[in-house]
Nanobody, 124 residues
């Protein structure tokens, strides 16, 4: 079992930055590939970014490439999402996820564990 807790969400103006963090507890370490997904009101949950167990490989949705970066610290059991040049369309609840297969997450169905989510609101 893995418990995930997100933090760092908030309200920011367009063009601004936010850094989201996800703290993992339970069976952690480098066992899981990790990722971030987001869900806007009335829409389905969508993939944002993922990182491999070792942190060597990363993968991003086209909509955030060049603006977002993902990193992890296996010693501290944390994963971070740095979001720069934020746009109003980035507004959503952001969820941290862990996948036990070890492969980079690309779809929500590949995640085995989820955090409770943190709200990100970008004003125009």
């Amino acid at each position: 079992q893995v418990q995930l807790v997100e933090s760092g969400g908030g309200l920011v103006q367009a063009g601004g930055s936010l850094r989201l963090s996800c703290a993992a507890s339970g069976r952690t370490g480098s066992t899981y590939a990790m990722g971030w997904f987001r869900q806007a009101p009335g829409k389905e949950r969508k993939f944002v970014a993922s990182i491999s167990k070792t942190g060597v490989a990363t993968y991003f949705a086209d909509s955030v490439k060049g603006r977002f970066s993902i990193s992890r610290d296996n010693a501290k059991n944390t994963v971070s999402l740095q979001m720069n040049n934020l746009k109003p369309e980035d507004t959503a609840v952001y969820y941290c996820a862990a996948g036990s297969t070890g492969r980079l997450l690309r779809q929500s169905s590949e995640a085995d564990y989820w955090g409770q989510g943190t709200q990100v609101t970008v004003s125009s």
